[in-house]
């Protein structure tokens, strides 16, 4: 227990780290979620286990996609957030999406994933030998989501997670360089 709870200290303060070093002033909270103030920006946290609904405030980011919708997850499940993800497609939001290669052949993965690409949606996965381990969403530049939140109906109701949503343009950019830097290497990653 004090380990699992050392270990999800660590990865806030590696996900906050660069935000305290560019600058910007952290540190606001609620008692349900906590919001972080980034020069007019905003990064906020939830932990499903506490009761907070990151799959909702996740769908409502990925809701919010008005241009662009990149998506890099290891185990991508749920059905609500496929949904979502079909309905930015159908509303002229250009979609990609990454995922690890092993999950990819999980039964209820794949029917998701054949869903999604039978809407036209192009979709890689890792062809090299670590996981593609991802939990991240990109919208237009200006919102990305990461944290240990797969995008699973377990990880809103059974398991110890995080959601980090961070609305900072700087930040969603490098999100981006990443994504893009996978989604362009034919090496280590293929189409599905």
């Known amino acids: 227990m004090k380990a699992k709870r050392k270990t999800l200290g660590i990865l806030i303060v590696a996900l906050l780290i660069p935000l305290v070093i560019c600058g910007c002033n ?52 749920d059905t609500k957030i496929g949904d979502a993800v079909t309905a930015a497609k159908n509303r002229g939001v250009a979609v990609r999406v990454i995922t690890d290669e092993q999950c ?43 944290g240990s939140f797969n995008y699973t109906i377990s990880a809103q109701k059974t398991n110890d997670e995080v959601l ?16 893009e830097r996978m989604w362009n290497d034919k090496e280590d990653f293929t189409d599905y």
């Open 104 to 146: 990819s052949t999980n039964l209820y993965q794949k029917k998701l994933l054949n869903s999604l690409k039978d809407d036209n949606i192009p979709i890689k996965d890792n062809s090299h030998s670590g996981l593609m381990h991802l939990k991240v969403t990109i919208v237009d530049d200006s919102i990305c989501t990461t």
């Open 26 to 77: 952290v540190f606001k909270q609620s008692a349900v979620n906590t919001n972080v103030s980034m020069n007019d920006n905003t990064l906020s946290y939830y932990f499903p286990r506490d009761g907070q609904d990151a799959e909702g405030k996740l769908i409502d980011v990925i809701n919010s996609a008005k241009s662009k919708l990149d998506i890099a997850a290891y185990s991508f499940t």
């Open 164 to 179: 980090v949503v961070i609305k900072n343009s700087e930040t969603a950019k490098d999100f981006e360089k990443q994504f």
